[in-house]
């Protein structure tokens, strides 16, 4: 049996600079500063909690004046009694450590560990005593960074430490995060205990869903004394979801691994949100020899199919990317995915909360971006039982990655980590090699096949590891063989990450998009003041032509062109930038709502030409002007209530105009036939555009009505929709900018009122 001995919770720490002090050592720790710290942790936290620096770690300028500890080194030191089993074999494990560690226990220098996605463990069986002492050093990523071998291909395409070590990329400032390059042992610490016998690999895979049928392969890798492979070895399966339920039994016939298939009658299938339940059975194994327990587990499975349909490019033949769930296309509508906060330990106790959000925002897919982390369990298991499809990308964005042999191996074992922690997760529908490193390479002239680790290291382990899920290579994705007509025409991809010069969210760049599936765009939006007071001080508040806005636009150079961007937005659809802050947060936020709307309802309303959207983004991971509708403190942009009716399953929107009319859409992104009554209404006037009755097959678009206009009519109309004895409410902007801001205003509180947008 493995039993877990948890080491969280009260460290101390030791700090200091690391050209100040070369000979600091476990046994002599003197010399440096010495604070409490919490594990898991960060070690700007602890400073902070220490009152070594200032509590709040995003106020004003405290990022800039925190980057003096980019060169210290840390020290964690952990005190702690054990009584040992007789017989038993005890591993430290961490779950993560960021970034470059020693391992010391008991003086004796047990391991080291460089990449702060991959788990490390040691078996320290033989060094425990009652007392024990254990010591981590962290060095200065920057420093070991500079260590590294530079070489003329990552030269070429815009090297950054992100190119050299293996620690979230958006550590080292990014355009939604500040710089904050940290430290610390951010997941939790523990002690396993083992008798000799274990089950270290246990899985789950769908091999086919059919007519009252499904066949599920079940596979097992134990740790069983050599000598006893002889006697019967068996796993013992049961499964359970509401009423349905099997048992199963996994012989391993004097070996120590094997796998099983099984076919379960009138199985629970495992759907997306909107298109039928989230199934999830709760899996029970026990390692059994000669009839006795030895080892046992719990997991989930889901019940499902994914297909992923692509082609390299689109040409007039043949173009598609799709999603197909159990055999049916599905509209994907969600959002990206970054790290909750900056400093990675505390993220976890927010996550859970953000996902609500995604579930609130009728979100059913969500994109992992590259620049950040492997989600913690509970991240999965929300996704799991909430119909909520996970776009997993591998922890690379951006910046090309260094290929020497000895990068390559910590991605490959990396990658391993993640796959097999997180291949039972029935969201789970895609492995994918990177964030944009193809377009980096691509716009570098660079051609993106020479990147062997997702063309050649990382699909194998996929394969190897993962059998039956999709494995995308780049997102977005480049071929050899059109890297050629990449140069000269970007809109060739079925998968697009649509960001352009950001201008009118209506210009033809966004509205005559050809991509079938995109799953990277956004628009700005500045915060609510009650969120600016806490984000800059007080003589920083307004106007925003200041260092302290710059900072916390996130460009690590100080410009203010994320202002001037967000201006410009405003200034396109009100024709004039407010003077007062109040009147700007207002127009921006308009802007900003006004624009995501289009984008997905631009996507939906194009099915089945088009399969999919992932905005960017639910929220920020610290207090900034972004492109998230919530901010880091939990309030909510005009743009995530805007988000929520139109990822309505089914919806009613109104099609861009199109000789001399503008359309009437319902779309449907259920498996239910959907009828009722609608009605579009002018909200200022009350006057009714047009009425009447629907029927919407499932899985389909239908065109209800055309409403004939004018560009010149500025008209803000209401779509009310009932079905299922419910009613529902969308709405529309006519005509073209520029608006005026308190017209705009004035029929927004009226379509709230009777709407209850902001329920």
Same mark, same amino acid.
């Given at each position: 049996?493995?039993?877990?001995?948890?080491?969280?919770?009260?460290?101390?720490?030791?700090?200091?600079?690391?050209?100040?002090?070369?000979?600091?050592?476990?046994?002599?720790?003197?010399?440096?500063?010495?604070?409490?710290?919490?594990?898991?942790?960060?070690?700007?936290?602890?400073?902070?909690?220490?009152?070594?620096?200032?509590?709040?770690?995003?106020?004003?300028?405290?990022?800039?004046?925190?980057?003096?500890?980019?060169?210290?080194?840390?020290?964690?030191?952990?005190?702690?009694?054990?009584?040992?089993?007789?017989?038993?074999?005890?591993?430290?494990?961490?779950?993560?450590?960021?970034?470059?560690?020693?391992?010391?226990?008991?003086?004796?220098?047990?391991?080291?560990?460089?990449?702060?996605?991959?788990?490390?463990?040691?078996?320290?069986?033989?060094?425990?005593?009652?007392?024990?002492?254990?010591?981590?050093?962290?060095?200065?990523?920057?420093?070991?960074?500079?260590?590294?071998?530079?070489?003329?291909?990552?030269?070429?395409?815009?090297?950054?430490?992100?190119?050299?070590?293996?620690?979230?990329?958006?550590?080292?400032?990014?355009?939604?995060?500040?710089?904050?390059?940290?430290?610390?042992?951010?997941?939790?610490?523990?002690?396993?205990?083992?008798?000799?016998?274990?089950?270290?690999?246990?899985?789950?895979?769908?091999?086919?869903?059919?007519?009252?049928?499904?066949?599920?392969?079940?596979?097992?890798?134990?740790?069983?004394?050599?000598?006893?492979?002889?006697?019967?070895?068996?796993?013992?399966?049961?499964?359970?979801?509401?009423?349905?339920?099997?048992?199963?039994?996994?012989?391993?016939?004097?070996?120590?691994?094997?796998?099983?298939?099984?076919?379960?009658?009138?199985?629970?299938?495992?759907?997306?949100?909107?298109?039928?339940?989230?199934?999830?059975?709760?899996?029970?194994?026990?390692?059994?020899?000669?009839?006795?327990?030895?080892?046992?587990?719990?997991?989930?499975? $889901? #019940?499902?199919?994914?297909?992923? %349909?692509?082609?390299?490019?689109?040409? +007039?033949? @043949?173009?598609?990317? !799709?999603?197909?769930?159990?055999?049916?296309?599905?509209?994907?509508?969600?959002?990206?995915?970054?790290?909750?906060?900056?400093?990675?330990?505390?993220?976890?106790?927010?996550?859970?909360?953000?996902?609500?959000?995604?579930?609130?925002?009728?979100?059913?897919?969500?994109?992992?971006?590259?620049?950040?982390?492997?989600?913690?369990?509970?991240?999965?298991?929300?996704?799991?039982?909430?119909?909520?499809?996970?776009?997993?990308?591998?922890?690379?964005?951006?910046?090309?990655?260094?290929?020497?042999?000895?990068?390559?191996?910590?991605?490959?074992?990396?990658?391993?980590?993640?796959?097999?922690?997180?291949?039972?997760?029935?969201?789970?529908?895609?492995?994918?090699?990177?964030?944009?490193?193809?377009?980096?390479?691509?716009?570098?002239?660079?051609?993106? $096949? #020479?990147?062997?680790?997702?063309? %050649?290291?990382?699909?194998?382990?996929? +394969?190897? @590891?993962?059998?039956? !899920?999709?494995?995308?290579?780049?997102?977005?994705?480049?071929?050899?063989?059109?890297?050629?007509?990449?140069?000269?025409?970007?809109?060739?991809?079925?998968?697009?990450?649509?960001?352009?010069?950001?201008?009118?969210?209506?210009?033809?760049?966004?509205?005559?998009?050809?991509?079938?599936?995109?799953?990277?765009?956004?628009?700005?939006?500045?915060?609510?003041?009650?969120?600016?007071?806490?984000?800059?001080?007080?003589?920083?508040?307004?106007?925003?032509?200041?260092?302290?806005?710059?900072?916390?636009?996130?460009?690590?150079?100080?410009?203010?062109?994320?202002?001037?961007?967000?201006?410009?937005?405003?200034?396109?659809?009100?024709?004039?930038?407010?003077?007062?802050?109040?009147?700007?947060?207002?127009?921006?936020?308009?802007?900003?709502?006004?624009?995501?709307?289009?984008?997905?309802?631009?996507?939906?309303?194009?099915?089945?030409?088009?399969?999919?959207?992932?905005?960017?983004?639910?929220?920020?991971?610290?207090?900034?002007?972004?492109?998230?509708?919530?901010?880091?403190?939990?309030?909510?942009?005009?743009?995530?209530?805007?988000?929520?009716?139109?990822?309505?399953?089914?919806?009613?929107?109104?099609?861009?105009?199109?000789?001399?009319?503008?359309?009437?859409?319902?779309?449907?992104?259920?498996?239910?036939?959907?009828?009722?009554?609608?009605?579009?209404?002018?909200?200022?006037?009350?006057?009714?555009?047009?009425?009447?009755?629907?029927?919407?097959?499932?899985?389909?678009?239908?065109?209800?009505?055309?409403?004939?206009?004018?560009?010149?009519?500025?008209?803000?109309?209401?779509?009310?929709?009932?079905?299922?004895?419910?009613?529902?409410?969308?709405?529309?902007?006519?005509?073209?900018?520029?608006?005026?801001?308190?017209?705009?205003?004035?029929?927004?509180?009226?379509?709230?009122?009777?709407?209850?947008?902001?329920?």
């Amino acid at each position: 049996m493995r039993e877990k001995i948890l080491l969280d919770g009260e460290w101390k720490l030791f700090y200091y600079d690391h050209d100040a002090l070369q000979d600091f050592s476990p046994g002599t720790p003197t010399g440096a500063g010495c604070v409490s710290a919490n594990v898991p942790g960060n070690v700007e936290i602890a400073l902070a909690d220490a009152g070594v620096i200032p509590k709040e770690l995003y106020c004003g300028m405290a990022t800039v004046r925190n980057e003096v500890f980019e060169t210290y080194d840390w020290w964690y030191q952990k005190s702690f009694s054990y009584s040992k089993k007789d017989g038993a074999r005890v591993k430290l494990c961490f779950d993560a450590v960021d970034c470059y560690a020693e391992y010391y226990l008991n003086g004796v220098k047990i391991g080291t560990s460089d990449n702060a996605f991959t788990p490390v463990s040691f078996d320290v069986t033989e060094l425990l005593t009652v007392q024990n002492t254990l010591f981590v050093h962290i060095s200065p990523t920057v420093l070991k960074a500079f260590e590294k071998p530079f070489c003329s291909y990552l030269a070429s395409t815009r090297p950054g430490f992100q190119s050299y070590v293996r620690k979230p990329a958006y550590s080292f400032g990014w355009d939604i995060f500040p710089r904050a390059v940290s430290a610390g042992i951010v997941r939790s610490v523990y002690l396993t205990e083992t008798d000799g016998y274990g089950i270290t690999e246990f899985g789950a895979f769908t091999e086919e869903v059919s007519e009252g049928k499904a066949t599920v392969r079940f596979f097992a890798i134990t740790d069983i004394p050599y000598r006893e492979y002889r006697k019967d070895v068996q796993i013992r399966i049961t499964g359970a979801c509401g009423e349905s339920r099997f048992e199963c039994v996994l012989n391993l016939l004097h070996f120590k691994a094997g796998s099983t298939a099984v076919d379960i009658a009138n199985p629970l299938i495992w759907w997306p949100y909107g298109y039928g339940d989230a199934n999830v059975y709760d899996i029970c194994y026990e390692l059994v020899v000669d009839g006795e327990v030895k080892d046992f587990g719990k997991t989930a499975m $889901g #019940i499902r199919t994914v297909k992923l %349909e692509r082609t390299k490019s689109m040409t +007039a033949e @043949n173009h598609c990317f !799709r999603f197909l769930i159990n055999g049916v296309p599905i509209m994907c509508r969600g959002s990206n995915w970054v790290p909750t906060d900056a400093y990675q330990s505390r993220a976890g106790a927010r996550n859970v909360e953000v996902l609500r959000m995604f579930s609130e925002a009728h979100c059913n897919i969500v994109r992992i971006w590259g620049g950040g982390v492997y989600e913690t369990d509970d991240f999965y298991d929300y996704c799991d039982r909430n119909g909520i499809m996970v776009w997993q990308d591998f922890c690379m964005a951006c910046f090309p990655v260094s290929m020497d042999s000895d990068t390559v191996q910590s991605i490959k074992q990396e990658a391993e980590s993640a796959v097999k922690r997180l291949r039972s997760h029935p969201s789970l529908i895609l492995w994918s090699g990177d964030n944009e490193i193809d377009e980096t390479n691509a716009n570098c002239g660079v051609r993106p $096949g #020479i990147n062997i680790i997702t063309r %050649e290291i990382l699909p194998q382990v996929v +394969a190897m @590891n993962d059998w039956g !899920r999709p494995y995308l290579e780049s997102s977005p994705y480049i071929a050899d063989e059109i890297f050629a007509e990449y140069k000269k025409q970007s809109d060739i991809f079925p998968e697009r990450h649509l960001w352009g010069v950001r201008d009118y969210y209506k210009s033809a760049f966004y509205a005559q998009s050809h991509a079938h599936f995109v799953s990277e765009t956004g628009y700005h939006g500045c915060p609510c003041r009650k969120t600016l007071e806490k984000t800059v001080d007080p003589e920083y508040l307004w106007p925003p032509d200041n260092e302290q806005w710059a900072l916390h636009s996130s460009d690590q150079n100080g410009s203010l062109a994320r202002i001037k961007l967000m201006q410009d937005q405003v200034e396109q659809l009100f024709g004039a930038v407010p003077n007062e802050l109040d009147d700007f947060i207002a127009a921006s936020q308009i802007s900003q709502a006004e624009a995501k709307k289009f984008f997905i309802e631009r996507i939906r309303i194009k099915k089945p030409y088009t399969s999919g959207v992932i905005w960017w983004n639910m929220q920020d991971g610290w207090p900034q002007m972004s492109d998230a509708v919530i901010d880091y403190f939990f309030e909510k942009k005009l743009a995530f209530y805007y988000i929520k009716k139109s990822q309505e399953p089914f919806a009613l929107m109104i099609d861009e105009m199109k000789d001399h009319n503008y359309t009437l859409v319902a779309s449907n992104d259920t498996q239910i036939k959907k009828r009722g009554t609608f009605r579009v209404f002018d909200i200022e006037t009350d006057e009714t555009l047009c009425e009447g009755d629907f029927s919407v097959a499932e899985n389909q678009n239908k065109e209800l009505a055309k409403l004939p206009m004018t560009y010149a009519q500025k008209r803000f109309l209401v779509l009310v929709w009932n079905t299922e004895q419910k009613t529902f409410f969308n709405h529309y902007l006519c005509g073209m900018p520029s608006y005026d801001l308190k017209r705009y205003r004035k029929c927004l509180e009226k379509y709230a009122s009777l709407s209850e947008l902001f329920e």
